[in-house]
DNA sequence: GTAAGGCCCGTTTTT
DNA sequence: CGGGCCTTAC
């Protein structure tokens, strides 16, 4: 886009600064742009920089936000708030602990931590679920607390086992994603007096993809915008992706409603794809019902045909990808930041990575298993949140065997069994079953569960409060004192693996230690360190500098760009998603979105690739293409059997250009 | 009673 | 590929 210049609707919506304002900004239409010179414009009219609030989605997001809006500015802005919805639910938890009467050291569990617990609560009152099951209930729990629905066509059971999961979690300290949300809410509407003050606080607020947010989260920001009124969504109905999550397009007409005044702008102006791109992605979504109309304009030239490719497999897919990749890279003299892969599921970047492994192409990977759900980083967090709160069953029974250390299944048992009998905490029960003589335990088990309890013991009372700037030491010694490394080679049968994961605690170690010592850091608790680290996934972005080429679930592109951008897998079952489909009727047109998302992240470029064979679980399977391709007029597609035929002369071509790039 | 090795299961998307 | 569950060995 042309720097410094913005479009007349552009221009109103960032001097629209007072009273509800609903900005509908379709793909590539400068929304951010617009947000940050918005802020920027709030600054300049000499609105204090604390009265700001920003909203969004993801912690990505909320980074760029804040990094462009003190680019622009050229300002600090330390008393900017820029957060996501679930950092920002942290925030006010955290602030008024005490009033909800929780503890002060907060732990939030992550999904894998709720569905530990709700097993662990479902042990409690004798029911027995499997995996699926726990998976299933999970889900159910989530939608209740979000209110989005009831209990209706369940067991009373369930009811029962969503009281007992939610009183354990109020026992062990712990919020889990929904309290975020939810808690605040309802802290809000029982203390007015403590909504006073946020309201006072905050008398500016702007939400980013709107279209993302869920209903209890919409009702949040509405509670707090209700008085100021100076409430500015943003966000495009097409780009809605998340409604599984309880996101919809009914909180734009939710807010139409409870905003009746509110002024709304259409930003249809396209600066970001070529003609032909936007000509796919405007046919295809067209044929969406539940949308509000619009059409975007483009800005730039037509632009080559969108290539589509039909590999024979997912191998020869990868290769492809790769393939052209390094040929751009030499043509075109591109760096590899250029280039965005996206994919349907997580499960299909495994292919991709693999080919570019091989061809030594840079690339970082955003999704996926995540740094902190990675089993040895849990290891750790599970003993950190021992130490830092020993009602916390769930963490502690994590540890008790890891690394083993003899307490196995017998030993859970009678945990169990004791806590349960005597209304104890597991570690109070562990105490008492460690006391030889009067123990059920083996001398053997209850010796090696006295040793742990004394040892953990030990490390509670030096991390103390779990604020200091030397957590990072303790913790290092914590782990040469339960031998983890060593466990990590007994455990993993490859060296690589063990030294990988090992690599992986020396990272989280660091990550606390470069945190402690961030002097801009005025709360160094080690639990707002571990809840940071649950909240924010980032992932390492040690590559990215360099340039690297990205690979990422579409769900994850949302709301970024890359000259040239290649969607894999556009295959009907993948794209749409065969689950997503047979769960709803809407489930096809979110799909349809999704591919939206998808084609217009492409600022140049766009291959689409299907393969003739997949393999899956049980064999090779013959695909059908995506129903979307044929949605896309044919005259803007075109079908490719190679890109790296290069022409006489072109190696060397390229060859020369190698050297120029590594400079010699 | 515990650990280790093998088999089968399922795997949408994210805070 | 990872985890849960089974069998077998100690």
Redesign the pocket.
Known sequence: MEPDQLNPEQLQAVRTLHGPLLIIAGAGSGKTRVITHRIAHMLDKHIPQNQILALT????AAREMEHRVKELTGRKLTNLTVS????FGLQILREQATTLGYAEHLSVY??TDSQSLIKESARELDMDF???EI?TIA?LF?AVKNGQRDFEGFDENIQTLYREYNEHLKLFNGVD??D?IVKPFELWTNFPEVLQLYRDRYRYILVDEFQDTSLSQYRLVKLLALEHRNLCVVGDDDQS??S??GANYRNIQEFERDFPERVEIKLERNYRSTGNILSAANALIRNNQNRKSKQLKANKAEGGAIEIHYPENETAEAEFIVRTIKALFVRENRPYSDFGILV?????T?NIEMALLQDKVPYSL?????FME??EVKDVVSYLRTLLNPADDIHFLRIL?TP???????????IYRTSRNRGLTAWEAAQLLARPGHS???N??AADLSILLDQLSVFRERLGSGIGRKNAEIVRDLLTDIRYENYLY??N?STR?AEWRWQNIQHFVQFLSDWESDSQNDYPALSAFLNRMT???REDEGEKGRGSVSL?????AKGLEFPVVFVAGVEDGILP?A??VE?NQE?FE??RR?FYVAITRAQQKLFLTCCQNRR??KGSETCTPSPFLQEIPPHLLKTVENYDTFQQGEAEKMFESLKKKLGI
């Open positions: 989605f993801t912690n990505k996501t919805f679930h950092s992550d999904s499997d995996s699926a998976q889900s989530s994603f929904d975020l992706i998340y599984w999550r349907r599921t997580n499960s299909l495994r955003s999704g996926g298993t995540s990675r089993k065997n083993r250390r003899g307490l196995g299944k017998a030993v859970l048992e009678q059920p335990l083996t053997r088990a007994e455990e049968s693996a909240l924010d996934n990422m679930t579409i769900h994850s998603h689950r997503s769960e489930g979110e799909e999704l899956t679980q």
